[in-house]
Structure formats: C-alpha cells, structure tokens
C-alpha cells in the first residue's frame, strides 16, 4: 500500500510541500485540502488587484486545483476545512463547506500548511458591515466590489506594508484615503527619516495620515449590505472616532493591523507552540510529531543572524519551507536554514525595501551596533532619470559585521537590498561589503555604487572605534 499524506493548505506553502514531495516520490498517494475557494493565489497581489491593476482574481492563481488534480496527479479540494486532528489514528476530520458533509481521511504523514489569519482588535463596531480585512482572494472580492460602489472614503487601520499599498491603489481609484497608525510612525523598523519620508509622500498625494492615533470606536448606522449573509451585522460603517476624539467620515472601513498564526487546529492536535502561537518546527520544518510537518505563516522560524526563535510572515519564506517539508516528508533530509527578514514595497514612485535587523533589533540582540545613512544617484550623474537612492546600513561598532541593510528610492533600491541580504548572509564585514566589484555603467549605476559609498561612511565609524 502506497504512503499516505495529506497537506492542509493549499497555498503558497503547502502546494510547494506536495508538488515537491510527489516530484521526489510519485508515488506518494497526496491529497490537498483548502479552506478557502482559491489555491495557489498571489496574496501580496491583492491590492493590485483591489486597486483594479489587476483584472480578475484569476489572475492571481498560478495553478487551479483542477491543473493540481489532472495534470500533477494531486487530488485537491477547495472550500473543505480540516476541523480536526487525530494524532493516534493517524485521521483527519474534513467538512465540505458546501455541503456540510464531514469525511475521515488516513495519513501517514501530514503537512500543516494553515497560513495566517488577520488580527481583529478590539474596536467596538468591529464587526460592522463595511469593515474589511485583505488576508484571501474571497476578501480582494468583496473589498473591490464595494471600491466600485461609488464609494468615496475610507479608513484604513494599520500603516504596515498592506495598509501603505492599499493606500496607494485607493487613492488612485479616486478614493479619499485616511490611514490611522497606532504607533508613533509608519513601518517604525526604518531609520526615522525614512518614516517621515514615507508620510510626506502619502500626503503629498492626498492621504490623510494620522500616527501615534489608535481607534476608539468604528461609528455606524443601522442597516444590512448583506455582502455576507452569515454575517451577523451590527450596523452599516459611516465612519470612526480616533482615540484623541477626531470623528473620521466613511464608508468602508479596512483593517490591516496585522497577522497571527493560524494554529488552533495544531493546538487542539497538541502539537508544541512557540512565539505568538505558531508552531514550533525543527530546521527540517517538523515539528513535535514525528510524523508531521509544518510550514509557512502558521510556524516559528529562526533569525539567521541572532539564532533565535522569530515570526516573520512571509510569501518568499512560505515558498521555500513547504519545498522543504515536501521534500523531507518524501523521504529527504533537508533543512531550511533561518530568515533574515528581506521585504520591498513601493507607496506611489517610492520603493522601500529592507533586510535583516533594524538599530534598535540589533542593540536588543546585544550587539554594538551603529548605523549610516547615505544619499546617492542610482546612475551616473550626468545621465538622465536618475533619481537619488537612500541607503542605511545597520552594523557592529566593534567588527563592522553588516546585520542589517535598508533602503529608499528607485525601483533599483530591491536589486541593491538583495545585494546586501547576499552580504549579512555570508557574515560579511562592512569593509568585505566596500571591496565587493560591483557592476558600473551610467544607465544603470554610477562608478561608485550607493552600495559601496554606505559601506564606505560605515567603515569610518569601524576605523574610529579601533583607533580609541
């Protein structure tokens, strides 16, 4: 009899465990299951997609579960939820959220691919109608939906990466976009200027930016939309009320203060938790159960530079962790080494990408670290379109071991953090990063790239510090 597993999760993570596990061993008897009505789909696509830069929400799916099923050999089912976890008898529960039909299946091995779920704070009128969260493709068609209502305000809560680009994409739909942070910047993670540069930029283009505001209430009025008949409504969203008493108008609310893990069905398993709830795995992404593998948003990871345990959410870590625990549940023994964090976005013309950790991660982790802020041309100065290229380098006073690269600019800063995520991966020092021979033609880059001027300004604070 043929090995069986079973992966819950057909995303980004858990299609790569099973498309590689049967790669490796055809022979493995696989099946999917997925929660929601879409598999394989871009989520950091979404608001492109809402924005209406993307046409259909098909657009966003790489692989549909019929292609999973006829052409990879790998039965999936989308809208059938695991409700539970049988670890002695090797069983899953799956109930057909169509139909309602539940049906038992053996594994012999299994992969938890759960992802994330939004957070949901506790703001009275949360739960409104109007209010919206972005984590699934189900979630891109209701929020685009109610964009093309006529609608002509919105709040957005929460100025992480999501809320900065459905900022973006609203305001060039015609909305009038006001974006409320509870902490006292935007993406705090970045030098400060970079934040103040980031809110000058939103601002610039018509958002109304409110920081160090949290929401005291979402204000609605009595109606059903009836977007979701299952949904109980406690009225329709005409606006909300900040913690400093400002009365915001609107007529959807979006709510993107976050992600948690989505582990309550590993917990109920008994499976080991770790930081924030997510699932503690091994470098080969297996976690208490032998027999079990984990990956992507619902699990713990390690930070490549400090060793320790971290959550950092990501689609590109997703990616790689379920080819992992494919790969080791087929049989193989592969690891996956650690994050450091690497992320871009761009807000409107600007593009901001970093790696690695932040001035204040790096002092929390016991290193003297310093950082440097450069400014510079991305091409040669005398080359049309350049514009200027803004680069902190985060580092040890005492080694000049890089920990930590962010950057500001052009659509060549990404090219330029991944260069530098290159460097704090092979432990390189600020001095190894000034001696790298980096690529030069005016077009494309000045003599001295920006990456060379930050390691050079970064490597005056080292040779100070060996001279006291």
């Not at 685009?144 to 900022?167: D, H, N, P, S, Y």
């Not at 400002?246 to 770790?274: C, M, Y």
């Not at 950790?357 to 982790?365: F, I, P, R, T, V």
């Not at 930050?454 to 001279?467: D, F, G, H, I």
């Amino acid at each position: 009899m043929a090995e069986r597993l079973i992966v819950i999760g057909g995303t980004a993570a858990g299609l790569s465990a099973a498309s590689k596990a049967k790669r490796l061993k055809p022979e493995l008897e696989i099946k999917v299951f997925e929660k929601s009505g879409y598999i394989s789909y871009g989520a950091c696509g979404l608001p492109y997609f809402v924005g209406g830069l993307i046409d259909k929400p098909e657009d966003l799916v790489a692989v549909s579960a019929d292609t999973m099923r006829n052409k990879r050999g790998i039965p999936t089912w989308i809208r059938h939820e695991v409700t539970s976890i049988d670890r002695e008898n090797k069983t899953v529960k799956v109930t057909s959220l169509d139909t309602g039909e539940e049906s038992i299946h053996e594994y012999d091995k299994l992969v938890i691919a759960t992802g994330a779920a939004p957070i949901v704070p506790p703001i009275p009128g949360i739960e409104a109608e109007g209010v919206y969260f972005l984590r699934n493709v189900e979630d891109g068609i209701r929020l685009k939906a109610r964009v093309g209502q006529a609608a002509k305000r919105a709040c957005i809560i929460g100025g992480g990466f999501i809320g900065l680009e459905l900022a973006e994409e609203l305001t060039l739909s015609g909305i009038q976009v006001t974006l409320v942070e509870q902490l006292p910047r935007l993406l705090p993670f970045l030098e400060p200027a970079f934040s103040k540069s980031i809110q000058e930029n939103l601002e610039s283009r018509g958002v109304t930016v409110y920081t160090g505001t949290g929401v005291r209430e979402i204000l609605t009025v009595p109606g059903v939309l009836q977007e979701t008949p299952e949904k109980t409504s406690t009225g329709i969203v005409r606006g909300m009320m900040t913690s400093g008493g400002d009365t915001i108008d609107a007529d959807f609310v979006l709510v993107s203060a976050g992600v948690r893990p989505a582990t309550a069905l590993a917990e109920a398993a008994g499976l080991k938790l770790g930081i924030k709830g997510a699932i503690v795995v091994d470098d080969g992404m297996q976690t208490s159960d032998p027999s079990i593998w984990a990956c992507g948003d619902c699990v713990q990871m390690r930070q490549l530079i400090t060793g320790k345990p971290c959550y950092i959410p990501l689609g590109t870590t997703a990616n790689k962790q379920g080819r992992i625990a494919g790969e080791n549940a087929a049989g193989l023994h592969s690891t996956f080494k650690g994050v450091l964090g690497s992320m871009v976005t761009k807000v409107f013309e600007q593009y901001i990408a970093s790696t690695g950790l932040s001035l204040e991660q790096a002092k929390g982790a016991g290193f003297d670290a310093v950082s440097s802020v450069i400014t510079k041309m991305d091409r040669a100065s005398y080359y049309p379109g350049g514009r200027d290229n803004e680069l902190c380098l985060i580092f040890d006073k005492g080694t000049g071991r890089l920990l930590g690269a962010q950057g500001m600019g052009s659509e060549s800063i990404a090219g330029r953090i991944n260069t530098l995520a290159a460097a704090i991966t092979c432990g390189m020092t600020v001095e190894e990063v000034n001696e790298l021979d980096l690529v030069y033609a005016p077009p494309v880059a000045p003599v001295y790239d920006p990456i060379l001027i930050a390691a050079s300004q970064a490597l005056k604070k080292v040779e100070r510090q060996e001279k006291e």
